[in-house]
């Protein structure tokens, strides 16, 4: 069984488009995070959910919207998609230990 | 200065080598410390996690803290091809601010047969 799952696995887009990523856990973790991987591959966090709650809110562009309907999954719009955008996104979820999802690539022509 | 400074590599060492990877970082109340091993196109994967200073170990890897110089390490025994990744290492505060890890940009290890 999957811990951390995303989907999708790829995601390719023209700009101005709007779109979803969506991330599940069954960990039974109370945290989650949304993080983007740039080509140099540094991980920089975008957002932390706590049982549903915003807690983390890194300085990311106001098109960039978490929601969490549940402690088990947290989901990523991004509205008006840019260039900039394409990226690897990863979802995690952290108990004691944090574990990352597969990524997401998205690529926005 | 970035809380955690790690040199970015690339680093290719022969098949067999021991393998050292290091970190240091700036922020003195950090007491959780992670190595994760990520391979191409794929997820951060745990390695391996240790609290405050000292030594852990886990088959052919030992991760290492020294919190008076504020340097984190991970040596590998007997290095092996698919030990060929990209090393993250990571650091948070214990209690509420340990919600975030802070991560360093990560070395690229290639292990030559």
């Known amino acids: 069984d999957t811990a951390v799952s995303q989907t999708p696995k790829y995601l390719v887009t023209q700009m101005g488009n709007d779109k979803s990523i969506k991330c599940e856990q069954n960990?039974?973790?109370?945290?989650m995070y949304w993080y983007k991987q740039d080509s140099k591959k540094f991980l920089k966090i975008m957002f932390s959910?706590?049982?549903?709650?915003?807690?983390i809110n890194e300085t990311v562009p106001n098109r960039f919207s978490p929601k969490s309907p549940d402690k088990a999954h947290l989901n990523l719009h991004i509205n008006s998609l840019e260039l900039g955008d394409s990226a690897v996104y990863f979802c995690?979820?952290?108990?004691?230990?944090?574990?990352f999802g597969p990524g997401t690539r998205l690529t926005v022509l | 200065q970035k809380e955690v400074e790690q040199d970015p590599g690339p680093l290719s060492v022969p098949e067999g080598a021991i393998v050292s990877l290091n970190c240091t970082y700036s922020?003195?109340?950090?007491?959780?410390f992670m190595w994760y091993r990520q391979y191409s196109r794929k997820g951060p994967e745990l390695l391996m996690y240790?609290?405050?200073?000292g030594n852990k170990e886990d088959g052919r890897f030992t991760a290492q803290v020294d919190k008076s110089s504020k340097y984190i390490s991970l040596f590998i025994r007997d290095s092996q091809p698919s030990d060929s990744a990209t090393y993250l290492c990571?650091?948070?505060?214990?209690?509420?601010?340990?919600?975030?890890?802070?991560f360093g940009k990560g070395t690229k290890l290639s292990v030559i047969p």
């Open positions: 990571a650091s948070s505060y214990s209690g509420a601010g340990s919600y975030q890890l802070t």
């Open positions: 995690a979820s952290r108990g004691t230990e944090q574990f």
């Open positions: 922020n003195s109340a950090f007491q959780y």
């Open positions: 959910y706590n049982n549903k709650e915003l807690i």
């Open positions: 960990l039974g973790h109370d945290t």
């Open positions: 240790t609290y405050s200073s």
